[in-house]
């Protein structure tokens, strides 16, 4: 029997099943069996009672739970359970019409409601639960309202009524109960799985944060070495200028120094970086302008006015950006610093946030663009083709204008 039991019990579950789906489909396998329990249990009411007895509605409604079961068995848990429902307040209200309210079959209405409650998320975003409380709520209206009198048993006396409502509170007191009990020991497996998932968590996030830290070590540590590998390239350079003597070369790999300079800067700024993820862009350009003047000997003869807001741009504009700045600043240095009669000269330079878009513009006061100056043009320099390659990389846009002097404005996206 027990054998039985477990099998009608474990109808329609599967392994892959989480264990709140294992319960739910077990509960509503419990609960039909129950109601046939209970049906059948409402029989002997013809023996003590010596009543007439309806056995084709009592048949039907144990048929309409045996349907149930087989629902389960076909995995139809939710249609299982809607079933199960609908039969509960069919019984309900068929007893009600059949015997006076004062035999209490109301009270049933308590275990149906502690069922409900028991299968589904009481809440009204939960369309489940809605349907299952509208339809008790449907059919205890119709309790109310609707009367059978063909239904109504006759000739019941005091003494049987009396037995019948012991009867009824009892049974319904017993079905409370005991799903009262299912209940509470529902929310206290779902409270033990809380607290087993939290500790999984914490766990997990545990393991998660030392591998983090391990990955920014290890990523600071890249940063670092790509900036001394950058540094041992630069010093090669200063070797190789130092043993030529044709000018124009010099000014080449003068020039490439300057670009590795800048890049190798990013990554002393991403490792100085907590977070190895962004730098400031107006420390970055402080810097690397204070390095660029420092390297022309220029420190004493330009005054250097900046005005820049905290913008943090991520590595992968970190680089194009650092590139456009050095091509901006030693092309002010190279043609207008270097080569002016000026004693003093005047370098401003800007960075300004809209939304988010930021615009950096670079302005010296010397003579400005040559007046045939074309930046479209073929024949155009390697430092106008540079910022114009790497503006379009950031997905930006640079103009390059008069203005008192020469001016060039970068605008760009930070994300």
């Known amino acids: 029997m027990k054998k039985v039991f477990y099998k009608i019990l474990h109808f329609g579950t599967e392994p892959q099943h989480s264990s709140h789906d294992l319960r739910r489909i077990k509960t509503v396998n419990l609960l039909n069996l129950l109601v046939i ?66 035999v209490g079959s109301y009270v049933f209405y308590y275990p149906v409601i502690v069922s409900i409650v028991l299968l589904n998320k009481p809440s009204i975003k939960d369309r489940y639960a809605m349907l299952h409380f509208s339809m008790c709520v449907l059919f205890f209206l119709a309790s109310l309202f609707i009367d059978v009198p063909e239904w109504r048993l006759k000739n019941l006396t005091e003494h049987q009524i009396k037995l019948l409502l012991y009867f009824n509170i009892g049974i319904a007191a017993v079905l409370t109960g005991l799903l009262s009990g299912l209940m509470n020991r529902l929310i206290s497996n779902q409270n033990k799985e809380i607290l087993l998932q939290n500790k999984n968590l914490t766990l997990a996030k545990k393991e998660i944060n030392l591998s983090l830290k391990e990955k920014e070590i290890l990523l600071a540590e890249l940063h670092h070495r790509v900036k001394n590998n950058l540094a041992i390239i630069s010093g090669l350079l200063n070797l190789q200028e130092d043993s030529i003597s044709n000018e124009e070369a010099k000014k080449i790999i003068s020039d490439s120094k300057t670009r590795i300079m800048s890049m190798a800067l990013v990554h002393k700024m991403l490792y100085e970086n ?142």
Do not use: H, M, W
């Open 37 to 102: 329990f209970f049906l059948l249990i409402g029989f002997v009411n013809y023996f003590i009672l010596e009543t007439e007895l309806k056995v084709i509605p009592s048949l039907v409604f144990i048929s309409l739970a045996s349907f149930s079961l087989v629902l389960s068995v076909y995995r139809k848990t939710n249609l299982s359970f809607l079933l199960f429902t609908l039969n509960v307040n069919l019984s309900i209200f068929f007893v009600n019409k059949c015997y006076p309210l004062s």
């Open 274 to 415: 907590n977070e190895l993820k962004s730098i400031d862009l107006g420390k970055y350009a402080s810097e690397l302008i204070y390095e660029l003047f420092y390297s022309f000997n220029l420190l004493k003869t330009v005054t250097i006015n900046e005005d820049f807001v905290a913008i943090s741009i991520p590595v992968n504009k970190s680089i194009p950006l650092g590139l456009i700045l050095n091509e901006v600043v030693t092309n002010c240095i190279k043609y207008t610093f270097k080569s002016s009669q000026n004693k003093q000269g005047v370098f401003d330079i800007s960075l300004r946030l809209k939304g988010n878009s930021a615009t950096l513009v670079a302005k010296d006061n010397g003579s400005g663009f040559p007046k045939d100056f074309n930046e479209d043009a073929d024949n155009q320099s390697l430092g106008i083709f540079l910022i114009k390659t790497l503006a379009e990389q950031i997905d930006g846009n640079v103009r390059f204008s008069n203005e008192q002097g020469a001016k060039i404005e970068l605008n760009f996206n930070l994300s």
